[in-house]
């Protein structure tokens, strides 16, 4: 990428035409089926990407005859019952890993039928699930070694935060030093979070894109783009940050929609599937936005410029 490029790489230049994308999709004209149909692929892209609240702890260090009396009846309990509560464990165990599996493995698929809708006006299920499958199951690995990796690392102190929390519980009042090594622990788990976080928003908005105009693989893909992000990491910097003002904003939309229709439309949007396709506009708009950033650093880039997309090659397992 030459000077003059790089000079008009702006985070503000891919609104309009994002806006323009998703009023060519979705708008012009409208269509209901095509609207399900499109709202589906991204669906499937978008499963498992939700979010909770974080746990919240309270100490009773006013009361420590009760947090004793708690915890031994807690053990008491548990002891008397482990006939049922260790299979019970188990079987939720491994129905919670089959579950993220098969959601991560979907996902994976609809992030590239969902970015072959928005890169090509198109409203295609059956073309884009096989045509990405090998470049889907490479994502699928990369995300799944990610998130094993991503759990070791950040067990441990989630581990020793407990067992701090647990001794100043039973010491029945708070202590200097557990309170410190609890806020760097906590710290700790927050950097960890965010790194992972920030892999998986690139993954989602740069890498994918790239291996889909490469048909290559994910690993092959991330050293593309490292190779832009080193030498622009203060604009993909100023680029993360204009995401956290494109969310307020779109929170913001919502909420006042929510106020305006009653609740009506959270309750639309708690529907699976339903809620995707009424809030399809912001979801073609956040990736349309991605791609047009992306296309700012070469035509090389630029998803858009592939009327169609070339028959996808075998690609190299991750």
Known sequence: MNDQQSAGISVINPITPAFDRVKLMLFRPFDLGRWFIIGICAWLASLGSGGGGGPRFNFPFDDRSNAREAINETKEFVIENLYWIVPLVVFLVLFGIVLWLVLTWLSSRGKFMFLHCVSGNKAEVKNPWRKFREHANSLFVFRIVL????????????????????????????????ILGIVLLVLCIIVISICLGLIGAFTTDFVVPIMFLRTTSVRAAWRE??????????????????????????????????????????????????????????????????????????????????????????????
Do not use: H
């Not at 991503?150 to 030093?177: D, E, R």
């Not at 950033?293 to 090389?300: C, I, T």
């Open 147 to 178: 998130s094993l990796v991503g759990f070791i690392i950040i067990i441990l102190p989630i581990i020793f935060t407990i067992i701090l929390i647990a001794t100043m519980v039973s010491a029945g009042a708070p202590a200097l030093g557990p």
């Open 225 to 318: 783009f490292l190779e832009i992000l080193s030498a622009n990491k203060a604009r993909f910097l100023l680029y993360l940050l204009f995401q956290i003002v494109i969310g307020i904003a779109i929170s913001a939309i919502v909420f006042m929609g929510m106020c305006f229709t009653c609740c009506c439309l959270a309750c639309l949007l708690a529907i699976p599937v339903i809620g995707t396709v009424v809030f399809l506009p912001v979801l073609v708009f956040k990736r349309a936005y991605s791609l047009y950033y992306l296309r700012q650093y070469g035509p090389q880039f630029d998803v858009f410029d592939l009327e169609s997309p070339q028959p996808a090659l075998p690609v190299n397992s991750y």
